[in-house]
């Protein structure tokens, strides 16, 4: 995250904070909900926490507002506008919150897919009177609605239970995705987070480290004590993904296995609660028999990128995809026929087959 720019933020921490003065996450513009971008304004290096900025198109509103506080008190610290894109908008500094890297959904950018930002001049004057304003509610003088110190003390207390840098864990995922490696995406890993919501997870296999960045996103997802067996074959990846999990300072949760997994996984003995399939398409099927015989018995096999970004599931497919595809749809097969699992094919990031093997019969 960098000052200055404008972020949305997760709907999770909506639901975290129910506080009815945190302003929604939701503007209604021309009749059509969207996400609200927060600006971004400062972070406190100490506690690892940021401050954000609602904004809000309704101008008219706050100008009234604005125009009577200067009338009365000759002074508004806690209301500023200046332009966005081009629109006159407000910042809203009375309702100014705290807020930790995980639940930032995205950066907000223009059409172009540049940053958004505002002038310096601008961003000055907004970040002045935010420090003045949270000053002052530090020393029990409430200018912000919400309860913004009883938030931070939430986040602070959720850092510390968080086994992991998130803050390191960001930059490898910005890292990754510069460099075009095909790291898992959102909306994927929160489905995952779904369904292992009641299950326990000791031990998790997957196949195809890259950088690492799954892996330290899945060692949340264990027990104490649990762990990962991750394979993964291009020798400079496991480099870098053994320096990136040792900044999120996981160092001692996942194990990587350099090698090619269709040597490295007939080696493997136990049994792991979770199986993430993330490798070569064409080996989909090959992974899978493994799975099934390293699978514990309420435990759950992932394969991620299923659908190919369609190709799977259209007829048309260039020479290069044929035996992937072919692959792919042979896994999907295999998962949906066999009588011992349950499966679905999640359209989730580039799609997802869940597999859990079912429950016995009770006679
Ligand atoms: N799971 C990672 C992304 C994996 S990308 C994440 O979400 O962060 C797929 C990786 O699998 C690549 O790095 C590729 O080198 C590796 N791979 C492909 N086939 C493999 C094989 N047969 N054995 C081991 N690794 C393989
Ligand atoms: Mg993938």
């Known amino acids: 995250m960098e000052k200055g720019k404008f972020y ?27 996400n609200r971008p927060c600006f971004y304004t400062y972070y406190d290096e100490n506690t690892k926490i940021y401050w954000l900025i609602p904004i809000s198109s309704k101008t008219e509103k706050y100008r009234k507002i604005y125009n009577y506080k200067m009338q009365k008190n000759k002074i508004c610290d806690t209301i500023v506008f200046g332009n966005v894109l081009g629109y006159e908008k407000v910042f809203l500094i009375q309702n100014m919150f705290p807020i930790i890297q995980e639940f930032i959904q995205k950066e907000y950018k223009n059409k172009d897919n540049k940053s958004v930002a505002v002038t310096s001049i601008l961003q000055k004057r907004i970040d002045e009177k935010a420090q003045k304003v949270l000053k002052l509610q530090r020393i029990g003088i409430n200018l912000i609605f919400p309860d913004v110190l009883k ?75 649990g762990n990962i067996d991750t394979i993964e074959r291009e020798e400079e ?113 580039d799609g997802l087959a869940v597999s859990i093997r079912k429950e016995d019969e009770i006679i």
């Open 8 to 34: 949305f933020i997760k709907d999770s921490f909506y639901k975290l904070f129910k506080e009815e003065k945190l302003m929604k996450n939701k503007e209604i513009i021309d009749l059509k909900e969207h």
């Open 237 to 349: 990846r496991v480099i870098k993904a053994r320096e990136n999990i040792k900044k999120a300072e996981v160092e001692d949760k996942i194990n990587i296995y350099f090698g090619d997994a269709v040597e490295i996984l007939p080696t493997f003995e136990g049994k792991y609660d979770m199986i993430f399939i993330d490798a070569a398409k064409g080996k989909y099927p090959f992974f899978l028999s493994h799975a099934l015989r390293l699978l514990s018995d309420d435990g759950i096999i992932l394969a991620d990128n299923v659908l190919y970004k369609g190709y799977v599931m259209s007829d048309y497919n260039k020479h290069k995809q044929r035996t992937a595809v072919r692959n792919l749809r042979e896994y999907i097969k295999e998962v949906t026929e066999n009588p011992d699992l349950e499966t679905e094919i999640l359209e989730v990031g």
């Open 151 to 225: 938030m931070e003390e939430k986040l602070l207390e959720i850092l510390k239970e968080s086994k992991m840098n998130k803050v390191e864990l960001e930059k490898i995922k910005e890292k990754a995705l510069a460099e075009h490696i095909p790291i898992i995406m959102d909306d994927t890993l929160e489905v995952i987070e779904k369904l292992l919501e009641d299950k326990k997870i000791h031990r998790i296999l997957e196949i195809g480290t890259a950088v690492g960045y799954s892996a330290i996103c899945f060692s949340e997802f264990l027990e104490d004590g």
